[in-house]
C-alpha cells in the first residue's frame, strides 16, 4: 500500500499575478482562503413517452464564488493592494503553494507566469470585489474579500 502524502494548509503561500501590469506580489498573513465550488448546469432531455421520471444530461460549468480573509493590518502591503484591487476589479491569477519553501515561488517571464515544476500549485483566474469588514469585541479588524472565479482551480502538481 502507497504511503500518503497529506498536504497542509498552515505555511502554504498565496500570490496573485496581474496580467495588465505584470505584477506578481505575495498575499501574506491571509487568514482564510476558499476557492468555491463550481456547479454544473443540467439540460432536460426526458422523451414525452417517459411517465414518472424526468432525466438530464450535464450542461456547461459555472466557476465558483470563493473568498479571502485577513485580520487588517496598516503595515501589510499585501492587504492594502489586495482592497485596491477589489476596489478596481482587475482580472487576476490567484496563486496557492503547498508549504515548501520561499526559494520554488512563481516568477514572471517574458509577460507570463511561471511556476516552479518541484512544487504542487492550485491556480485560478478570478476577479476580487466587495470586501466585507468584521468588527467585534476583543478581537483584530477582519476583512473578507470575495473572489469570483473565471476559471476552474487547475491543480498543477509537481513533476520533479
Not at 15 to 20: G, R, S
Not at 29 to 37: I, N, Q, V
Not at 138 to 155: A, G, H, I, S
Request: aromatic fraction near 8%; charged fraction near 20%.
Amino acid at each position: 500500500m502507497a504511503t500518503k502524502k497529506n498536504v497542509r494548509v498552515q505555511g502554504s503561500r498565496f500570490w496573485a499575478y496581474e496580467p495588465e501590469t505584470q505584477t506578481l506580489i505575495r498575499l501574506s498573513c491571509l487568514t482564510t482562503f476558499d476557492a468555491g465550488s463550481d456547479s454544473a448546469g443540467k439540460i432536460e432531455d426526458t422523451c414525452l413517452d417517459e411517465a414518472n421520471l424526468k432525466t438530464y444530461v450535464p450542461g456547461l460549468s459555472d466557476a465558483g464564488e470563493g473568498s479571502l480573509g485577513f485580520n487588517f493590518d496598516l503595515n501589510n502591503t499585501s492587504h492594502a493592494q489586495i482592497l485596491a484591487w477589489a476596489e478596481s476589479k482587475v482580472p487576476l491569477t490567484i496563486v496557492m503553494g503547498e508549504p515548501k519553501n520561499d526559494v520554488d515561488i512563481p516568477t514572471v517571464d517574458a509577460g507570463a507566469l511561471k511556476l516552479p515544476t518541484n512544487r504542487t500549485f492550485w491556480k485560478m483566474d478570478a476577479t476580487l470585489t466587495n470586501p466585507v469588514w468584521k468588527f467585534e469585541k476583543d478581537t483584530l479588524v477582519n476583512c473578507t474579500v470575495t473572489m469570483q472565479r473565471k476559471t476552474t482551480v487547475q491543480v498543477v502538481r509537481a513533476t520533479t
